[in-house]
């Protein structure tokens, strides 16, 4: 009992299960097995390269350590090139991911092969040195998403501190086990791909499994699309737990999503809401220039007429939910200009109510009036009804285009 006692302190947040939420458990037990794995396939790897540039053969030449760091600074490259690209990692944590799982795989199976061509140690290192250390930054900037939601007490660093703990006993783990295996691998590259092989199918089965567990808890266009048209089609807002089981882990991008294909479906959301949210995700167009969707003077007006109190401008051009952002915009203004497009699909799809021009829209008892009304009326009510099962409503996580802009009404 001390024993278990003890590891709880060093591996688990103070106050556990309650200082943390419901999903922590089973995303920590999946992490930690794929860790092992992980440290597994980097054992081999290492081995493989030290084979490479002649470890092997006597000691290691200063042409080989010279390669050996010249490696690695151009894989430190990509790292520095990649981070400009956070804010991506911010909407879709789960499937950027599960992409830096695979491309850190990748890289160590191009580690294994470099024995058998040892004259191109360098790009080949340089390569997978890339993808570890695009992998390495993914891995770290969406590891903060997953550990802030985690945390049901506001105990960031304590969760933090104990996932740490837990990453090395899962390493520690994983390099012995992956001492013990290149023993018996030895210089063969043949048995190294096979143990690779294997021990790459348990550490992407584990990630999935790990990612599948989160409950996301904050908003991006896709679960805000689905708690909308939810809230729109049943009157109340969906659970976190069922908005996480249906989201695929790239919306945007439907073949990536094959791998959750044999989840057991949600019997709650509705059918009509899926597909809302699959068609707005695609449609959606956030950022947009003031100058690609209005055509006239009399468009203009007319919009920023209807919009004057608004951080943002909304209306459909070519099939497209095109929002443009005022220099003001928030990204509780954003979240509020999805809820106006998912009324407008409401109303495309249950009313037949379609675009007639945007002068024409923004007129009493146009599609763009009735919509905008219906917003102001009831935003607040969605946003209580979500927060009350959980959501955190306090803006949209998203990745819109830079344009903005100012208008001056004065002058209108």
């Not at 109303?347 to 379609?354: D, P, Y």
């Amino acid at each position: 009992m001390k024993s278990r006692d003890l590891v709880m302190r060093l591996l688990l947040p103070e106050g556990f299960p309650d200082s943390v939420t419901s999903d922590y458990l089973d995303y920590s037990l999946w992490r930690g097995v794929q860790g092992v794995a992980s440290q597994v396939s980097g054992v081999l790897a290492t081995q493989a390269l030290l084979y490479a540039v002649g470890l092997g053969k006597g000691a290691i030449p200063t042409a080989a350590a010279i390669n050996w760091v010249l490696k690695d600074g151009i894989g430190y490259l990509s790292k520095i090139m990649l981070s400009k690209y956070g804010r991506h990692f911010d909407v879709n944590p789960k499937g950027w991911r599960l992409f830096a799982d695979l491309l850190e795989n990748a890289a160590f199976g191009l580690e294994i092969l470099t024995p058998s061509f040892p004259h191109l140690f360098v790009l080949i290192g340089a390569i997978a040195g890339a993808g570890r250390s695009a992998a390495t930054l993914i891995q770290a900037a969406t590891r903060s998403c997953f550990y802030a939601g985690f945390a049901a007490q506001r105990n960031f660093a304590e969760v933090i501190a104990k996932g740490e703990a837990q990453g090395m006993i899962s390493k520690s783990i994983g390099i012995g086990l992956g001492i013990a295996l290149a023993n018996c691998i030895g210089s063969s590259t043949s048995f190294a791909l096979a143990s690779f092989g294997v021990v790459t199918w348990i550490h992407m089965y584990c990630n999935l499994k790990s990612y599948q567990s989160i409950q996301l808890r904050t908003l991006n266009p896709y679960r805000a699309s689905l708690v909308f048209s939810e809230y729109l089609l049943s009157g109340q807002a969906p659970s976190i737990k069922e908005v996480n089981a249906e989201e695929p882990l790239f919306p945007a991008v439907p073949f990536l999503n094959l791998l959750s294909a044999n989840r057991e479906r949600s019997v709650v959301l509705s059918s009509e809401a899926k597909q809302a949210a699959s068609e707005i995700e695609l449609r959606l167009q956030l950022g947009s220039k003031l100058s690609d969707i209005v055509s006239n003077k009399e468009d203009v007006l007319a919009l920023f007429n209807l919009y004057k109190d608004e951080g943002y401008v909304l209306t459909e051009q070519e099939g497209k939910f095109c929002v443009v952002l005022k220099e003001s915009c928030s990204p509780q203004d954003m979240l509020k200009s999805l809820f106006q497009v998912n009324y407008l699909y409401w109303l495309e799809r249950n009313a037949g109510i379609e675009s007639r021009g945007a002068s024409n829209d923004c007129r009493q008892g146009g599609r763009l009036q009735i919509s905008l009304e219906y917003v102001q009326r009831e935003f607040n009510h969605v946003k209580i009804d979500s927060e009350s099962v959980g959501w955190v409503t306090d803006g949209l996580i998203a990745r819109p285009l830079p344009n903005r802009i100012r208008p001056v009404y004065a002058t209108l």
